[in-house]
């Protein structure tokens, strides 16, 4: 069973379209990251989040933080065929020097 | 501006040979690690090392051995190749295992017939 569960698992939607995956746990996190990684390549963070109720904006992707610092969402806004990918989520428990990630969310974003 | 490279990208291996999977990073990270990423399972952790000389296990550690004989280094090494060991390996490094960021090189595609 996976610590960290991924939803959805696939998503393919239309050029300007906004979107909402979620990174699930029944575990508490002191931190989460999510990851972009195209094909052929390795993931590539994109942002960290460490409080609770915390939300960071990165251009068209806002992510944000459970109160409870067990869930984390990251929603597109007017997604762009440049957002293609697989999204992966990443916690952290307190000291741990591990990372977990989810399964991934695969986007496709059509022209 | 190389980050992590590993090396090398693709390989192919009869059931029982053995191999070992280079990665390299010229950040002067501490903190460096061993993924495998299969379908469906986001990245599993097999091996990762705080430090110049040390070593620890992950999540999936059997049929895996690894060293860091220098800082910059990290070998994962198998020593009886399985089928199940066919995947996507990747390397990661960083300078501390907290909020920053892993920095991780394109991945070994590794396939065991």
């Known amino acids: 069973t996976q610590l960290l569960e991924q939803s959805p698992q696939f998503l393919s939607i239309q050029e300007g379209e906004n979107l909402t995956v979620y990174c699930n746990s029944s575990s508490v996190f002191s931190s989460l990251q999510w990851y972009r990684q195209e094909p052929g390549e390795g993931p590539v963070l994109l942002v960290t989040v460490v409080t609770g109720g915390e939300v960071k904006k990165l251009k068209r992707l806002t992510f944000q933080f459970g109160d409870a610092r067990k869930d984390s969402s990251l929603h597109i806004t007017a997604a762009q065929p440049g957002d293609t990918g697989l999204y992966l989520c990443?916690?952290?428990?307190?000291?741990?020097?591990?990372?977990?990630f989810g399964s991934g969310t695969r986007l496709l974003v059509r022209p | 501006n190389a980050g992590v490279t590993q090396t090398p990208k693709f390989r192919v291996l009869k059931t029982g040979q053995s191999m070992t999977l280079l990665c390299a990073q010229d950040m002067n990270h501490e903190y460096m690690y061993w993924y495998r990423q299969d379908p469906g399972m986001g990245l599993r952790l097999i091996h990762y090392?705080?430090?110049?000389?040390?070593?620890a296990k992950g999540e999936v550690p059997d049929g895996y051995n690894v060293s860091r004989l220098k800082k910059q280094n990290f070998l994962l090494g198998l020593e009886s190749a399985a089928p199940s060991q066919t995947s996507v390996y990747f390397c990661a490094s960083s300078y501390w295992p907290g909020n920053q960021p892993q920095h991780f090189g394109d991945g070994t595609r590794l396939s065991i017939l």
């Open positions: 990443a916690g952290r428990m307190d000291s741990s020097y591990k990372l977990i």
């Open positions: 090392s705080v430090g110049e000389g040390t070593t």
